[in-house]
């Protein structure tokens, strides 16, 4: 296992249960414990964990992973649900997408689509996340609009209101909208309340709108709300999303994906 397989699966476990011992983490990664002892004095210096007496808790602010750290979560069924999102949008259209592990899949799916090698442009993409403006910057026939705003560490996404300003002078075809959490009753959510407040605003200018989810964020909360289930036209998300819990998005008028 590479360091950063191996610190990636460290984090994760730690934002999981908080506290983590060496001993533990080193029967879990099948490593050393010397090399988890010293992959947490580095995490630490890093402010990633605070380190303790035979093992690490979670850092006073790090209750959500930097995106550079949930890449590998769920890898292959985010590549799936991004390549069919990606088959959703027509040629021309204009593409809000907010930050996030899938919704970056999504950019990279739109980006190598044969269809849109070419145009004047072949779709306008409309996003907060600085990570994915850099990405589809090099692509010439795609006219990359980039919000302004304040950015957030953990996701790379720009907030608060020169973010608004910009989104409140624009309409879109379609916003793909990236969550940590999606439920039929309670609705999309984040985090992040001006995280959440700009992923809504993009919502609102968007004529229809699509949420990106692996099955992992289904039927799940989280602190700040995006929108209500009702106003989202369709779920992509994994086959190993549940039948039940398919049921309940489509009694809520959502079109259903599962790939």
Known sequence: MSRDARWKALLE???????????????????SAATIRRDFDQLAEQQMLVRTRGGAVVHGVSYELPLRYKTARHAPEKQRVAKAVADLV????????TGGTTTTEVARALAVRPDLASGSPAL?????AL???NELAVRPQFKIVATGGVARPQSY????????AVLQQITLDVAVL???AFDATHGAAAHDEAEAAINRL?????ERVIVAADSSKLGQRAFARICAAESVDTLVTDAAAGPETIARFREAGIEVMAV
């Open 178 to 180: 990236g969550v940590v």
């Open 202 to 206: 993009l919502c609102e200018r968007a």
């Open 124 to 128: 306008t993409v409309v996003t907060n």
């Open 131 to 133: 990570n994915i403006a």
């Open 90 to 97: 027509a040629p021309g259209e204009a593409v809000g997408l």
């Open 13 to 31: 476990l730690l934002v999981e249960r908080g506290r983590l011992d060496v001993e533990e983490a080193a029967v879990r990664l099948e490593v």
């Open 157 to 164: 996404e720009l907030i608060g209101p020169l973010a608004d």
